[in-house]
């Protein structure tokens, strides 16, 4: 979403209520801030969503308010975290991740909605195309999900001998069993057998590593997904713990210590 349409939205938003309920509102407009993690996790996110916003010529707690929801890892809280923003109501939402925007649209089809998520938004039915979103809903997205065969490529030219690798998905996206049978049949075209293991709380980070440790995969391969997003330096302390290449589609997870990564800059997407 470029950001002469954002300050055409956010403007809109805040002066398009009838006078009646006008009076009713806060002195500034208000933004609800959804987010699958935590707020110590969306640090970097949060500081490109504050330089965006003051760009647009926007401070926080000046010329607009931010209502911040955090699921904190529990996906199961964000249906009660997005209906509460819509009660509030507040001018717009920031959905951060492909569970929340889902969430958030089904919370609200009048309330304007901005998305970022590397899932396609056609495909998952949150907007009617790319060039048109249509409704109440616009975003950004990197398709960071399409990489999950150059993750493999990668780890499989650091590691030319391997017959197994890991791949860890969060079982909760919508697109999981997608995401696995995939590059499932990607491996098995390179001679690789891939084993799939699931985690969607920090709680299941710890039963994933003891399993990896028990199938002595040579490496592992973490998928795509807001919550391994949020997670990303202690998957890196994790994998270093146990000695184990990894490769993970956010920066963070490499400059925690993690052995690499790739995909698109967050802070640039959440900043567009």
């Known amino acids: 979403m470029k950001r002469r349409e954002f300050i055409t939205l956010l403007g809109g938003a805040a002066v398009a209520w009838p006078l009646a309920a006008r009076g009713q509102q806060p002195a500034v407009p208000v933004i609800g801030y959804l987010s699958t993690g935590w707020q110590a996790s969306d640090a970097f996110r949060l500081a490109a969503f504050r330089q965006g916003l ?11 308010a931010i209502e911040y929801h ?3 890892g529990q996906l199961n809280r964000l249906p009660a975290l997005a209906a509460d923003l819509a009660r509030r109501p507040v ?6 991740g492909v569970s929340a925007a889902l969430e958030a649209k089904a919370a609200s089809s009048t309330i304007p909605i901005v ?3 590397g899932v396609d938004p056609v495909a998952l039915g949150l907007v009617a ?22 993750h ?24 999981a069993a997608t995401i696995s049978r995939d590059l499932q049949a990607l491996g098995s075209s390179r001679g690789i057998q891939v084993h799939v293991l699931h985690a969607s709380t920090s709680r299941d980070l710890d ?11 040579p490496g592992l391969v973490i998928g795509a997904d807001a919550f391994f997003n949020s997670q990303s330096e202690q998957l890196a302390v994790l994998t270093v713990r146990q000695g184990l290449p990894a490769i993970h589609v956010v920066r963070q997870f490499a400059t925690a210590g993690g052995l690499m990564s790739y995909g698109g800059g967050l802070t640039a997407l959440t900043l567009a």
């Open 70 to 72: 955090w699921a904190e």
């Open 152 to 175: 493999l490529e990668l780890l499989q030219e650091l590691l030319p001998t391997a017959t197994t690798i890991a791949l860890l998905v969060n079982p909760s996206r919508p697109d």
């Open 54 to 64: 003051h760009e647009a010529g926007y401070t926080e707690g000046r010329d607009v």
């Open 207 to 217: 039963t994933v590593f003891a399993k990896l440790f028990q199938l002595q995969v």
């Open 115 to 117: 998305f970022v998520t």
């Open 91 to 96: 001018s717009m939402i920031a959905a951060a």
């Open 129 to 150: 195309s790319l060039n048109r979103p249509g409704g109440n809903f616009t975003g950004v997205t990197d398709l960071t999900t399409e990489l999950g065969p150059k």
